[in-house]
């Protein structure tokens, strides 16, 4: 039900009040502007702001069955749906959310899409051969965006030209403008910028580690540190410098070691073995060494399996242990073989 000037009728108890004071723009227990049995409530919201006019200040209404309108910014309104701006009408001085703008001449809304906050672009130097991958916001301005590439290509920002290029590796433009925001150019994600250096550097000059100069210290002078790492574990008896911690580790690998010489002094060369290795199938072949190893301490059963099950042909590192084909050859754990009576596994291939 509506009242005097198209305005909602209000029940006994409640009056109209500024909407900045209260939400929906009521106060209760006031004077009753107007009252009724047949109150129907505030008008719904339409994303239209009020406006107040006159001696009474009196609260108008917008449209509730109509499309919501939105202005152009600094157009003063007049007529029942100003638009809004500066001066008076519905929506004065309220700001516009992003991404939304009227046709001159329309009150109807229009939107338009909003870019994300950053964008994935590759950065490319003429200091370096390689390509970087990398993400930034589309506020920074230039000159803040020049300062995170020195991480980047290693040229100071004094020293930089950028060019956009498209994915296509098609120019655009040259970023020049040192106030402009990154997201006011047509940079997309998939987009090259390419940073021209004019500090004097050379290409790859950044990329040669063997010209960097290194700061070199003797063992002696290391020694005498009282700030290092090493005068650290020697005072708290860390790690190798723990004696006792030091001396059981050795004692327990040598009674591995001896367990293993024990078990490997019962695995003879040219035997029938099988070997079944935790987390793997068994595999059968035949016993070609027996012995300690230079990649690895301890001792360890060369094996030449039945089928190409193994890592190498008998030989690792370059040194050879015995021979066999490739992928045939493997070296495994005493304690993982079982020596035996096991004839190689017939599948009956032949026959077919």
């Given at each position: 039900?509506?009242?005097?000037?198209?305005?909602?009728?209000?029940?006994?108890?409640?009056?109209?009040?500024?909407?900045?004071?209260?939400?929906?723009?009521?106060?209760?227990?006031?004077?009753?502007?107007?009252?009724?049995?047949?109150?129907?409530?505030?008008?719904?919201?339409?994303?239209?702001?009020?406006?107040?006019?006159?001696?009474?200040?009196?609260?108008?209404?917008?449209?509730?069955?109509?499309?919501?309108?939105?202005?152009?910014?600094?157009?003063?309104?007049?007529?029942?749906?100003?638009?809004?701006?500066?001066?008076?009408?519905?929506?004065?001085?309220?700001?516009?959310?992003?991404?939304?703008r009227t046709p001159a001449g329309r009150g109807e809304?229009?939107?338009?899409?909003?870019?994300?906050?950053?964008?994935?672009?590759?950065?490319?130097?003429?200091?370096?051969?390689?390509?970087?991958?990398?993400?930034?916001?589309?506020?920074?301005?230039?000159?803040?965006?020049?300062?995170?590439l020195e991480l980047v290509v290693g040229s100071p920002?004094?020293?930089?030209?950028?060019?956009?290029?498209?994915?296509?590796?098609?120019?655009?433009?040259?970023?020049?403008?040192?106030?402009?925001?990154?997201?006011?150019?047509?940079?997309?994600?998939?987009?090259?910028?390419?940073?021209?250096?004019?500090?004097?550097?050379?290409?790859?000059?950044?990329?040669?580690?063997?010209?960097?100069?290194?700061?070199?210290?003797?063992?002696?002078?290391?020694?005498?540190?009282?700030?290092?790492?090493?005068?650290?574990?020697?005072?708290?008896?860390?790690?190798?410098?723990?004696?006792?911690?030091?001396?059981?580790?050795?004692?327990?690998?040598?009674?591995?070691?001896?367990?293993?010489?024990?078990?490997?002094?019962?695995?003879?060369v040219g035997s029938r073995c099988e070997v079944r290795?935790?987390?793997?199938?068994?595999?059968?072949?035949?016993?070609?060494?027996?012995?300690?190893?230079?990649?690895?301490?301890?001792?360890?059963?060369?094996?030449?399996?039945?089928?190409?099950?193994?890592?190498?042909?008998?030989?690792?590192?370059?040194?050879?242990?015995?021979?066999?084909?490739?992928?045939?050859?493997?070296?495994?754990?005493?304690?993982?073989?079982?020596?035996?009576?096991?004839?190689?596994?017939?599948?009956?291939?032949?026959?077919?």
């Amino acid at each position: 039900m509506r009242g005097r000037g198209n305005l909602p009728v209000l029940p006994v108890g409640f009056s109209r009040r500024p909407p900045g004071r209260f939400p929906g723009g009521y106060w209760k227990n006031c004077a009753p502007w107007k009252a009724s049995r047949d109150w129907l409530g505030p008008p719904k919201s339409t994303g239209e702001a009020s406006s107040w006019r006159g001696k009474g200040r009196r609260r108008l209404a917008g449209p509730a069955r109509g499309r919501a309108r939105i202005g152009r910014v600094g157009s003063r309104g007049r007529g029942r749906y100003p638009r809004s701006g500066g001066g008076g009408g519905c929506g004065a001085g309220v700001r516009r959310p992003a991404g939304l703008r009227t046709p001159a001449g329309r009150g109807e809304m229009e939107v338009t899409g909003l870019s994300a906050p950053t964008v994935t672009v590759f950065i490319s130097s003429s200091l370096n051969s390689f390509r970087s991958e990398k993400r930034y916001s589309r506020s920074l301005t230039i000159a803040e965006f020049k300062c995170k590439l020195e991480l980047v290509v290693g040229s100071p920002a004094s020293c930089m030209e950028l060019e956009l290029y498209g994915a296509d590796d098609k120019f655009y433009s040259k970023l020049d403008q040192e106030d402009a925001l990154l997201g006011s150019y047509p940079v997309d994600d998939g987009c090259r910028i390419h940073v021209i250096d004019h500090s004097g550097a050379r290409l790859g000059e950044y990329e040669d580690v063997s010209k960097v100069e290194k700061y070199q210290i003797s063992q002696e002078a290391y020694d005498q540190r009282q700030d290092s790492v090493r005068s650290f574990l020697k005072r708290s008896k860390l790690g190798r410098y723990n004696e006792e911690e030091r001396a059981q580790q050795e004692a327990e690998a040598t009674q591995r070691l001896n367990e293993e010489k024990t078990q490997a002094s019962a695995i003879p060369v040219g035997s029938r073995c099988e070997v079944r290795a935790p987390g793997q199938p068994p595999r059968r072949g035949t016993v070609m060494y027996v012995g300690l190893t230079d990649f690895k301490p301890g001792y360890w059963i060369g094996v030449r399996y039945d089928e190409p099950l193994g890592k190498n042909d008998g030989s690792v590192n370059g040194k050879r242990y015995f021979e066999c084909q490739a992928k045939y050859g493997a070296f495994v754990k005493p304690s993982v073989v079982t020596v035996g009576d096991f004839p190689e596994e017939d599948y009956g291939l032949d026959e077919m």
